[in-house]
């Protein structure tokens, strides 16, 4: 709360000692700087506290500033208070540095995000989300394991009846994940392409691009894409998903970024929700795994908009 000086409170996990400091952290007229402060508001919604009043994310407001760059603290200290933020040291002076630096960096960014005319989106919009996503990460998503179960049970035949399909084509067994096989059974023995692209490491091309190209006139790269898209299926969600569920709460918890991706866009991590596919039939029914609650109501009150 002053530059140059900070304080560190151990509480030991312990809610009772946490709640001694709800007052501030709920006082509407306290403004509360941090980096990348969802993390606090989350930690602190699952003690019961519910972070009011201004806040100031010194992350997100680099992430205006300067999207495309690191945001990384030791690196802002670096660059806006020409400080080098100390890498060992105990544990209670490194958090004390920490909150101390995040404090004086908060002054330079804040007249910085002024300066660009940014600082009405910076709390217009990107604070107040901040709340939002640290409720959406605490609601989590319920899935059905059952649907999932289902769904891996019938991917893996979908991949054994594909599989036999493409090796009947290609007249011999292979393994259709190793680009170096797969090139070789597509322009060594069947010769799809004459000029054909290689890696550095001098495999043939088998990406998506390489064979979307060949998919119009040949059904064993057709096969081949969709072998791919039903094992990307099973192995990224289908079969990751449940392993993923909360043993607290049955419900998977995604953690979403708001200063990841340049353009923007959310980013959704651990799982990444936003790339199950929904152009697909095979993509809609994991999407399809999702359960909302009884009569469309949320826990604990309106979900946000």
């Not at 330079?108 to 989106?121: F, G, P, V, Y």
């Not at 599989?163 to 292979?174: N, P, R, S, V, Y």
């Not at 596919?277 to 949320?298: D, F, L, M, S, Y």
Request: aromatic share 6%.
């Amino acid at each position: 709360f002053s530059t140059g000086e900070a304080w560190r409170v151990i509480v030991n996990n312990s809610k009772e000692a946490v709640n001694d400091f709800k007052e501030p952290f709920q006082n509407e007229k306290i403004k509360k700087a941090g980096h990348n402060i969802k993390s606090a508001v989350l930690t602190l919604k699952k003690y019961g506290i519910e972070v009011k009043g201004p806040l100031f994310d010194t992350m997100l407001a680099h992430y205006l500033i300067e999207p495309e760059a690191s945001h990384d603290l030791g690196i802002l200290c670096n660059q806006y208070l020409n400080y080098q933020l100390q890498p060992d040291g105990d544990e209670t002076n490194r958090l004390c540095e920490r909150a101390d630096q995040t404090l004086q960096l908060k002054q330079k960014l804040h007249k910085e995000l002024e300066h660009r005319h940014h600082s009405l989106l910076m709390r217009d919009v990107e604070m107040p989300l901040v709340g939002v996503l640290a409720a959406m990460e605490c609601e989590g998503v319920k899935v059905d394991e059952g649907v999932l179960k289902k769904m891996s049970d019938s991917l893996r035949a979908d991949l054994e009846k594909i599989q036999k399909i493409i090796f009947g084509i290609a007249g011999t067994e292979f393994n259709i994940g190793s680009p170096k096989q797969l090139g070789e059974v597509l322009f060594d023995k069947m010769k799809l392409q004459d000029k054909t692209k290689k890696t550095k490491t001098g495999q043939y091309a088998t990406g998506e691009d390489v064979l979307q190209k060949l998919a119009g006139d040949h059904e064993i790269v057709r096969k081949i894409l969709e072998f791919r898209e039903y094992e990307k299926l099973r192995s990224t969600y289908v079969d990751a998903l449940p392993k993923m569920i909360s043993k607290t709460d049955g419900r998977i918890h995604s953690d979403f970024r708001q200063a990841v991706a340049a353009t923007g866009r959310l980013s959704s991590n651990n799982p990444n929700l936003q790339n199950i596919p929904i152009r697909t039939e095979k993509g809609r029914q994991v999407r399809g795994a999702g359960q909302a609650e009884a009569g469309g109501a949320a826990r604990g009150g309106d979900r946000p908009r």
